[in-house]
């Protein structure tokens, strides 16, 4: 089992910046794939960004490409995603999950941050 804490959301400016962290816990978590996933209210929920156990491969998509890092600290087992020029179409419920490598679907979810961009 894995538990995942998501924090750092919150209410920003147009142009600003976040980092939202993601704390993972259980005696595996370091070795899973970790992802971040947003939901806008009215829009199915869309995987923003990615990053394998050791961090040899990321995703992003394409709308938060050159905007959005997503970083990993495996000691503390948490999980970054470093978002820089923010717009209002950013705004949505952020969710930290996790899923074991080779796995197709994610298995383990959080319990969501807030982020408001404002214009």
Known sequence: QVQLVESGGGLVQAGDSLRLSCAASGRTA????????????GKEREQ?????????SLYYADSVKG????SRDNA???VYLQM????PEDTAVY???AKASGTLSYQ???QGT??????
């Open 95 to 97: 969710y930290c999950a």
């Open 30 to 41: 370091s070795t899973y794939t970790m992802a971040w996933f947003r939901q806008a209210p």
């Open 48 to 56: 923003v960004a990615g990053i394998t156990w050791n961090s040899d």
């Open 84 to 87: 820089n020029s923010l717009k």
């Open 108 to 110: 383990y979810w959080g």
């Open 114 to 119: 807030q982020v408001t961009v404002s214009s």
């Open 67 to 70: 905007r959005f890092t997503i």
């Open 76 to 78: 503390k087992t948490t």
